[in-house]
């Protein structure tokens, strides 16, 4: 499980981690003492699970959720107890409080396993969109009932996506990863991190620096294919 720690309390998050070391299926990827650094961290990392403090400077816990999107799952961790009721109002996992027992800390990570494992499982059979399927897109208070056939680029802008299609650039509050997931592979590919394409707007390809390709979509968009997916790009594409 790919983990992140947030908590304003230095002491607490090495607490926390050297209490984890007895669970070799759990990843600390990384650790913040505030919500600014956890979103940053959680679009970067794009965690399964958060180990997350409530009560932190400018924002807390409860707050850094209504931000996200995709919410991985949560156990909450905080000195105090009055906030139990409302931790399971936002579908946390397990509610631990200070200081953390090994044993009861165990039977969170349990928890957590299984709801990981039943997401990993829904999400391996949800249908993949290609071109014959349509999407709902809202950006503000605009809204658009989009044909991915229509659609050229996706191209992450920060924490949102940006989609390229026909003459408009809506952005909307989901991953490049999470779109990737989502999209079928046969016509939708990742060019480097910052964008997928449809292969079927490639008007011409151009030899580019070090081994790299450089595409020319309908559209006017000029794509620079990362290495090592121009060397994808030509296994896939090839006779």
């Known amino acids: ?82 906030y139990a009721m409302k931790a399971f109002d936002h579908n946390a996992l397990d509610y631990l409080q200070k200081p953390i027992k090994e044993e009861r800390l165990g039977l969170a990570i349990e928890k957590a396993s299984e709801k990981i494992r039943q997401r990993k499982d829904r999400e391996s059979k949800a249908k993949l969109l290609g071109l014959d399927n349509q999407v709902f897109v809202k950006d503000g208070e605009q809204c658009w009932f989009v044909s991915l056939a229509e659609v050229r680029v996706l191209e992450i802008m920060g924490s949102y996506t940006r989609i390229y299609f026909k003459e408009e650039k809506p952005m909307i509050p989901r991953s490049l990863n999470y779109m990737e997931s989502r ?27 070090s081994g ?15 290495r090592r997916q121009s060397i994808r790009f030509r296994e896939v594409m090839s006779f």
Not at 46 to 62: R, S, T, V
Not at 185 to 206: G, M
């Open 212 to 226: 790299t390709l450089k595409l020319y979509l309908k559209g006017g968009e000029e794509v620079e294919v990362s």
């Open 1 to 82: 499980m790919k983990a992140l720690i947030i908590d304003d309390s230095h002491l607490a998050r090495q607490e926390l981690k050297h209490l984890l070391k007895a669970f070799d299926h759990v990843q600390v990827l990384g650790e913040a003492e505030n919500v600014e650094q956890a979103l940053e961290l959680i679009v970067e990392k794009q965690p399964e699970l958060l180990f997350l403090d409530i009560q932190m400077p400018d924002k807390d816990g409860f707050e850094l959720l209504e931000e996200l999107v995709d919410v991985p799952e949560v156990i909450f961790t905080t000195a105090f107890n009055e």
């Open 183 to 209: 999209l079928d592979p046969e016509v939708f590919f990742r060019a480097n991190r910052q964008q997928i394409i449809n292969l079927k707007y490639i008007d011409r390809i151009e030899p580019w620096f």
